[in-house]
């Protein structure tokens, strides 16, 4: 025929079809039908409904780990997007963490993505990471003392930059497997003349902790001979 052809669209709910006004746009399973109108010796001709399927736009959002130090600013937080939303249209996709600059080191925090779940013409696959709070470093330092017999105790001085830190002091090397059976917290003097190396270990919370050594040698004091 010649008549006019027009392409009809429906959607249907049991065995009954619903006409749509305008062509589908947004996900889902949908009919056509092909109608073209009677011309000169042709009657109208109205095909057979045809169903086709619009497919959800597939979106692909992946968070990246990120870490920092204790007590210092957040890393910036960031994910890969695979696929894109069609222009004009907006997911609000965000991305946010548990983790603060206070949080404890040590720890891994969530990192998690979010995005508009009414935006339902989207399948969306979410994969979230984690966020690693790190310990914070100690400055530490102990000079070795060097003294002449004078009667006297005499220990070294750990100093450190970090309040209420915890020093633990010992005759062998100590590390965090040991310290507390090893060493202990009393800082110990010497009197008598000789050389005598202190072991120290430093820790705190959220903090690397820190060993080292220094050296306390007393120098025999000079005589003094009366004839």
Same mark, same amino acid.
């Given at each position: 025929?010649?008549?006019?052809?027009?392409?009809?669209?429906?959607?249907?709910?049991?065995?009954?079809?619903?006409?749509?006004?305008?062509?589908?746009?947004?996900?889902?399973?949908? &009919?056509?039908? *092909? /109608?073209? +109108?009677?011309?000169? #010796?042709? !009657?109208?001709?109205?095909?057979? %409904?045809?169903?086709?399927?619009?497919?959800?736009?597939?979106?692909?959002?992946?968070?990246?780990?990120?870490?920092?130090?204790?007590?210092?600013?957040?890393?910036?937080?960031?994910?890969?997007?695979?696929?894109?939303?069609?222009?004009?249209?907006?997911?609000?996709?965000?991305?946010?963490?548990?983790?603060?600059?206070?949080?404890?080191?040590?720890?891994?925090?969530?990192?998690?993505?979010?995005?508009?779940?009414?935006?339902?013409?989207?399948?969306?696959?979410?994969?979230?990471?984690? &966020?690693?709070? *790190? /310990?914070? +470093?100690?400055?530490? #330092?102990? !000079?070795?003392?060097?003294?002449? %017999?004078?009667?006297?105790?005499?220990?070294?001085?750990?100093?450190?930059?970090?309040?209420?830190?915890?020093?633990?002091?010992?005759?062998?090397?100590?590390?965090?497997?040991?310290?507390?059976?090893?060493?202990?917290?009393?800082?110990?003097?010497?009197?008598?003349?000789?050389?005598?190396?202190?072991?120290?270990?430093?820790?705190?919370?959220?903090?690397?902790?820190?060993?080292?050594?220094?050296?306390?040698?007393?120098?025999?004091?000079?005589?003094?001979?009366?004839?």
């Amino acid at each position: 025929g010649t008549g006019n052809v027009e392409l009809s669209y429906y959607t249907k709910s049991g065995s009954t079809y619903n006409k749509l006004s305008v062509k589908p746009k947004d996900a889902g399973t949908y &009919y056509v039908s *092909i /109608n073209e +109108a009677a011309a000169g #010796n042709y !009657a109208e001709s109205v095909s057979a %409904y045809r169903e086709f399927i619009i497919s959800k736009a597939v979106i692909k959002l992946e968070a990246e780990a990120a870490s920092s130090i204790y007590y210092e600013p957040l890393a910036e937080l960031k994910y890969k997007e695979t696929g894109t939303a069609v222009t004009g249209e907006d997911l609000g996709i965000k991305i946010s963490t548990n983790a603060t600059a206070a949080s404890p080191a040590g720890s891994n925090y969530d990192i998690t993505i979010t995005y508009d779940t009414a935006m339902t013409n989207y399948a969306v696959t979410v994969t979230n990471a984690k &966020y690693t709070v *790190i /310990n914070a +470093a100690m400055k530490v #330092n102990a !000079a070795d003392v060097n003294v002449t %017999y004078d009667g006297k105790a005499h220990s070294i001085s750990v100093n450190n930059d970090i309040a209420g830190a915890a020093v633990y002091y010992g005759a062998t090397a100590l590390n965090a497997e040991n310290y507390n059976t090893s060493g202990n917290t009393a800082n110990p003097g010497y009197t008598e003349a000789g050389s005598y190396t202190v072991f120290y270990f430093v820790m705190k919370p959220n903090y690397t902790a820190v060993s080292g050594s220094a050296k306390i040698t007393v120098s025999k004091a000079g005589q003094t001979v009366h004839v």
